[in-house]
């Protein structure tokens, strides 16, 4: 079982950066794919990024690419996110999923393990 928590969300204003942390528990945490996927207001979740167990493949939104880029660290047991060029309509709550698994799911219904969420807020 594993057991995730976000951190460094925050307020930042309109092309500011920020970059959250996933840091699991478990030693096999390094066999897990890891998404982070968001929540806005009155929507539904949706993906953001995702890494294999691995970190040799990563998969993005197209809302995302090329200012948020998506790593991982296994001695520290730590999936980062990180995000610049921010924008208003980033503003969600940001959460981070792990499943045991070689693929690398963008779906919400694949992952099996959830953290609670960080907020991020993005002012214009």
């Known amino acids: 079982q594993v057991q995730l928590v976000e951190s460094g969300g925050g307020l930042v204003q309109a092309g500011g950066s920020l970059r959250l942390s996933c840091a699991a528990s478990?030693?096999?945490?390094?066999?897990?794919?890891v998404g982070w996927f968001r929540q806005a207001p009155g929507k539904e979740r949706e993906f953001v990024a995702a890494?294999?167990?691995?970190?040799?493949?990563?998969y993005y939104a197209d809302f995302v690419k090329g200012r948020f880029t998506i790593a991982r660290d296994k001695v520290k047991n730590t999936v980062y996110l990180q995000m610049n060029s921010l924008k208003p309509e980033d503003t969600a709550v940001y959460s981070c999923?792990?499943?045991?698994?070689?693929?690398?799911?963008?779906?919400?219904?694949?992952?099996?393990?959830w953290g609670q969420g960080t907020q991020v807020t993005v002012s214009s």
């Open positions: 478990g030693r096999t945490f390094s066999r897990y794919a």
């Open positions: 999923a792990a499943r045991l698994t070689y693929s690398v799911p963008t779906n919400v219904r694949e992952y099996d393990y």
């Open positions: 890494i294999s167990f691995s970190g040799d493949s990563t």
